[in-house]
Each structure stands twice: as C-alpha cells, then as structure tokens.
C-alpha cells in the first residue's frame, strides 16, 4: 500500500492496538508536511514486511486524547507496540531503512 | 492525505503539442529530444515544458548534465527517482524512472527495492546505498541533517561533489514530480513498464 489506512473510530483504534504482532502508528496532522513525507516510507516498511509489520495513521487533532495519552508533541510521531504494548517512539522524519532498524532492534528486545 | 495522480482519463490541464505540429523553437526543443532519445520519444513532460521552450531546453541540457557528468551511476540516479516517484505518487513518473532504470540494467526486483525504499536491495556501491538514504532524508526533512550524517557518508568517501549530484537528482525528480501532478500529464505512449501503478495501488488499499 502507498497511502495508510486512517483510525477514525475509537473502538477500532483499540482493537487495533490490542491485536497481536508488532504495530506502527503514524500520528500526523492534515497539515504537517513531513507528515506527508514519512507515510509512504511507514507504508512501503509494513507493506515489504509480508505482514510482520502493520501500519495505520491517525490524526492527531481529531483524536486529541489518544495524542495526549501517549504525550505526542509534535508531528511525525511514530509510536510503535508490539502485543498490544506500547514499546517505542520516534518523532521526526526517518527514511524506510531507519525505519526498519528501528523496529527491528525495539520489537527483538 | 496525499493522492495518486489523476485517472488517465482526465485531459492534461496543458497543451502538449504533438511532435508534427511543433514549429520554431518548440520544434528544436523536440528535434533536440529526438536526437538524444530516439524517433518520436518526446516526453509528455517536456511537451508540457515547451509551452515556455527556452526554459524547457535549459531544463533537458540540465538534466542531461546531471545523467551524463559527476560520479555517481544511472542506476543510482534512477533509483533515487524511482523513489521519488513513488514517493509523491506520480503514476508517470514511476513508469518513466522504473523504465529508465531497467534501462540502467536494474531487475525487476531492484526496482521494487527502490519503490520500497531499500536501497540494500539494489545493486549499488556503499557509497551509493548510503546516499540513497540521504536523499530520502534531506527529501522528508532538509533541516534534520546533521553533521553527524555529512560524517557518515565521508566515511563512505562521499566528496562534495557526490552531495551536489545527489541533492540534485532530488531536485530533478521532484521538479518533474510537481510538474507532472500539477498538469495532470499523464504517462507517454511510448512507456508500458510500471504503467499505472496508481491504480494498483487504489485496488489494494
């Protein structure tokens, strides 16, 4: 996939992050331009990972309690779980190869 | 956030003059293209460009600068436009960069590394891989790159020159990206490799 598929509803984002298997959440906004800069590298790493890797979107603005929950500050923020645990972050730009050292070392630990 | 380029059934939003109808210095513009390329593979992009032809040529002797001069591969190059494509989902410009990259002896599987982003995938030289990454980087976010970046790539044996070249084919790719997007010019007639990979990518969202 190119683009990321979008939380929207709350019970669908908690089902998704409770799911199993290792999770990326590209928290962005509508006007964030890295934001549109990272989404196809957070797409292409979970989209190579023959399903290792799932990846969703959300909006930070529109969801300003999950933002706060997991004390996003700026956008990018990339938050990453494994199992349904929170276990990593990243903030800012990272190329799809920084991407996947990342997740590599945070989800093996 | 962020769409594939128009269906191809939406008109360009510019004229693209056919190649029997150019005249004065559009025609050289098309002659020039030919001459280099082959008989009738003048570019919708450069079509486009020649309604402002003076400006079209300097931009086809730059970029024949940057695919001809520096150090760095074609395949490089064109693998890093290929990204770029994909990138700012241009339909055209990933058939016309992966057709161009073929044509720099990559395979099918080197291509899809460079629409995945993975420069370890393509046959390319460390020094080259890791510029890859740093084009993708100084492309999301200039102002992230930091010295300590500069010194990892000298390490490789980066010199200044590699940096211009590389930060150049960014600018290349993206000025062709925008162009392209922005007057819904679609894919030429000549290109059939990775046609129509918008689409794809809508079916399996």
Known sequence: MATLSDLMQPDILDATIASPGVLVLDVYTQTCVICRRIEPMVAAVAAASDGAIRAHKIDAEAHSDFAAKYDVRGVPTLLLFRDGQFIDRRSGFLTANAMREWIGAAAAD | ?205
């Not at chain 2, 510019?14 to 001459?35: M, N, Q, S, T």
């Not at chain 2, 150090?71 to 016309?96: G, I, P, Q």
């Not at chain 2, 990206?177 to 000549?190: E, R, Y």
Request: hydrophobic share 40%.
């Open chain 2, 1 to 205: 956030m962020g769409q594939w380029s128009r269906d191809a059934d939406t008109e360009p939003f510019i004229d693209l003059v056919p190649i029997e109808k150019a005249r004065g210095v559009r025609k050289e513009l098309y002659d020039e293209l030919e001459r280099v390329r082959g008989k009738g593979r003048v570019s919708n992009l450069f079509k486009a460009y020649a309604a402002f032809p003076e400006l079209a040529s300097a931009n086809f002797r730059r970029l024949m600068v940057l695919l001809t001069k520096g150090n760095l591969s074609v395949k490089f190059k064109e693998s890093l436009m290929t990204a770029l494509a994909e990138a700012n989902k241009c339909d055209y410009c990933v058939s016309f960069h992966a057709t161009a990259l073929r044509g720099a002896g990559a395979s099918d599987e080197e291509v899809k590394a460079a629409l995945e982003f993975d420069p370890d995938r393509i046959g390319l030289s460390d020094k080259e891989r890791a510029l890859f990454n740093y084009a993708l980087k100084a492309n999301g976010d200039p102002h992230s790159i930091a010295p300590a970046d500069i010194n990892a790539l000298r390490e490789k044996g980066v010199s200044d020159s590699d940096l211009i070249e590389t930060l150049e084919t960014v600018n290349t790719g993206n000025n062709f990206n925008l162009i392209n997007g922005a007057l819904n010019v679609g894919p030429d007639d000549f290109l059939s490799y990775m046609k129509g990979r918008g689409a794809s990518w809508k079916q399996s969202a």
